[in-house]
């Protein structure tokens, strides 16, 4: 089957889907990119706090345009809001609050990403992401570490692969990732295929991911709301 007949996950869908994972009274830590947008979805009842490397505990959706204030930013230099009882912190207290376990869960983006759960998110070259920022840091203290990714890359390059050749941030440290097309766990070195689009089927994922995706049970449909 052609990915044509698929209809493929928008970059808020895919934050949308991640945020639903998010267990209430978790702190989490939102990587640059896709999975900043993950505070826009905090599903009702739960309280998520939401650190950033910048020194911002407490930080909510972003502001309505006109009503940014650029010196409320995140890591990503994107305008945020300030929910009730908030904080301000040094730079290195951030990171003491990283490098101490307090941080419950990080999301990050990726070029790659092992069954082994080790993780590619950076580079060196010229077409590179400049340095590899506080996500050494956050792969290491924080408790979980969840993944947002494009399944492959604009050219179809497998993005889920054996084993990463990029840079590593982390060693064996992913444990959940979140595509435009599936959701996969990484369990006992091994991509476990938990939900996929509507029009999808294992063989043409599996064509996707360069390595062995395994099933157990059922396949949820991974069919979020239209969020932007």
Known sequence: MSTETVTRLSRA??????????????????????PEQVAQFVPEGRQVTYHTENGVLGFGERPPQGEEDYDLVN?????VTLL?????FHHADSFA??????????IL??????PNGDLANWRAGDDAVPA????????????????????VTRTGEHKLIERCTYPLTGVGV?????????VIHVQDGRFVL??????????????????????????????PPAVG
Request: contains cysteine; hydrophobic residues 45%.
């Open 132 to 151: 590899v920022g506080g996500a050494m840091d956050l792969v290491v203290g924080a408790k979980s570490v969840w993944v947002i990714t494009s399944h």
């Open 109 to 114: 983006g990726a070029f790659q990403v092992a």
């Open 84 to 88: 009730p009882g908030a904080s301000f």
């Open 97 to 106: 609050m990283i490098r101490g376990g307090h941080i419950d869960v990080a």
């Open 13 to 34: 869908q895919m934050a949308w889907r991640a945020a639903q994972d998010i267990a209430d009274g978790t702190y989490a830590n939102l990587g640059i990119g896709i």
């Open 194 to 223: 938990k939900e996929m689009v509507p029009g999808m089927t294992v063989e043409r994922l599996q064509e996707m991911t360069g390595a062995p995706l395994a099933t157990e049970g059922k396949i949820g449909t991974l069919c």
């Open 75 to 79: 890591a990503g230099k994107k305008p």
């Open 174 to 182: 992913v444990s959940r990732i979140f595509t435009d097309v599936a």
